[in-house]
């Protein structure tokens, strides 16, 4: 019998997906689903890294990371901030315009992964890097291909709060990976081949989710009719946020192509350590905005006093996230990156820990960019994203020439800083309610942080073999810290 039929023959009232997606509890929920598999897949993610960057050459490091960091650039054009416009369309009373919807998206991102593909594979071979860079890129190159529509999926889940499956498939899908990875590092460690667990992975993921979402209990199966009519109309409403979200990766991405061109693949993989974790931190931060976002679209605009609510609470625990991190990184930077890559990187350890502080930061402007779109002011945002991209590169420019890699990491920070001063200013001028941040509570979180983070450097200064206890102190004080500003604010 169809789940859409009752026993007696009549259908069944259409859900109230808004009211679903207004649900505290069910956000609460996927969000640890998603944060759970995040932590997953990110863990994973690292150890495949570990695995990497000890298998390869300086040089091969280098150009591994500089691959995945082009591709990572690419979202640029194969993501333009569609999702956060669909979202509120997914919620519509009317299940056929929400498959219209669902799949007219999904074809829309399908298209734009395969433009990123070949806008990745055109610029190494126009700027003439080395073959084997060009070969990875066109390898590497499908993780583009598959994990664009597999992003997409994961928005219509969001859409529901229905995150348990996505973060299953995605933990299977880097478990695949890894062991991947460890046989390519056993019988075949050459950059070619360790790019292709990538590609495996997403693969993977895209297939997992695609077979999921026809579930009719999901409530999202997409029609098998493809509406390319409603592109335009789904762009033309992106286009800010689109904008916006293109110069903040470009912004995020950018130092690493600067520094492939003017130092070397060496001084890039030296770098790139430093990302592993601050990207671990913008895995974290991304997978806990959606969850917020939904909640915010859902009151907006009739709930403000709701809305506003939310996005203090959002803004203090992503500070304290952020916080917590630098905490309990910067103090043992050198010898966390020492046991899990070796001494030859240790070099990056200061790099590492600016890139960190650039990713607390940033963690905020991600919810800046998620609260703009959730009330459909978008349009304020990408001003600021292009002065943040201009002064970054205006920074490398000046920088890399005379501190390399660490001229790279100084630029971010700086960058970053005055990004989610601007944005937030931005953000308190044009919604129609102030206070969205918490600003006393979270300068106090900063000045806590800061003062912690000294104190534990200088206690593993004094006592190396202490690292880790040190960092965990330093990272429970910051935290707890966090949590008492957050009763008070509440």
């Known amino acids: 019998m169809d789940d859409d039929i009752v026993g007696d023959g ?47 050459s300086p040089e091969g490091w280098g150009q591994f990371s500089f691959v995945f960091a082009l591709l990572g650039l690419m979202s640029v054009v194969t993501d333009l901030g569609v999702g956060r416009v669909v979202l509120a369309r997914l919620m519509d009373d009317d299940a056929d315009e929400i498959g219209r919807t669902a799949s007219s998206f999904l074809a829309l991102r399908t298209v734009l992964g395969v433009v990123g593909y070949v806008l990745a594979v055109g610029y190494v071979l126009i700027l003439q890097y080395p073959g084997e860079v060009v070969l990875a890129t066109a390898l590497g190159g499908l993780v583009v291909v598959f994990a664009t529509p597999s992003h ?40 070619l081949i360790f790019v292709l667990p990538a590609v495996a992975n997403e693969a993977f993921r895209a297939v997992g989710k695609g077979l999921a979402v026809r579930r009719r209990s999901v409530g999202l199966r997409p029609s098998r009719h493809i509406d390319v009519s409603r592109w335009g109309a789904y762009l033309r409403e992106a286009v800010p946020l689109a904008i916006g979200f293109a110069l903040t990766i470009a912004m995020l991405k950018i130092d690493v192509l600067m520094l492939s061109l003017l130092d070397t693949f060496d001084a890039v993989g030296l770098y790139s350590i430093g990302y592993k974790f601050s990207d671990m931190m913008d895995t974290i931060a991304l997978a806990a905005v959606a969850p917020v976002s939904t909640l915010l679209v859902a009151a907006w605009p009739n709930e403000l006093a709701v809305f506003r609510a939310r996005s203090r609470s959002a803004g203090i625990y992503f500070a304290t996230f952020g916080a917590v991190a630098v905490a309990g990184f910067w103090p043992s930077a050198e010898p966390l990156i020492r046991l899990l890559y070796g001494e030859r990187f240790t070099a990056g350890s200061d790099a590492a820990r600016l890139l960190v502080l650039g990713a607390a930061l940033m963690s905020l402007i991600l919810l800046g960019i998620f609260l703009l779109a959730s009330a459909g002011m978008q349009r304020h945002y990408p001003v600021v994203a292009l002065f943040g991209l201009a002064l970054n590169i205006a920074l490398n420019i000046v920088l890399i020439p005379h501190l390399s890699y660490n001229g790279s990491a100084i630029a971010t920070v700086v960058t970053f800083a005055v990004t989610v001063v601007m944005l937030w200013i931005v953000i ?58 957050s009763r008070r604010d509440s």
């Open 152 to 191: 997409a999926l994961s928005v219509l889940f969001q859409a529901r709060h229905r995150m348990l499956l996505v973060a299953v498939v995605e933990s299977l899908g880097q478990v695949l990976q890894l062991v991947l990875t460890i046989l390519a590092a056993v019988f075949a460690p050459v950059l």
């Open 428 to 485: 308190e001028r044009s919604m129609p309610m102030s206070g969205l941040l918490a600003v006393m509570p979270v300068l106090s979180l900063a000045v806590v942080t800061a003062a912690v983070t000294a104190v534990a450097t200088l206690a593993v200064d004094a006592a190396p073999a202490l690292w880790f206890l040190v960092s965990v102190v330093a990272a429970v004080v910051v935290g707890a810290t966090g949590f008492v500003l």
């Open 10 to 56: 009549s259908e069944t009232a259409a859900p109230d997906y808004r009211a679903l997606a207004a649900d505290p509890k069910a956000a609460a929920r996927a969000t640890i689903a998603v944060l759970a598999s995040r932590v997953i897949v990110a863990g994973l993610g690292w150890v495949g890294s570990v695995i990497v960057a000890r298998s390869l």
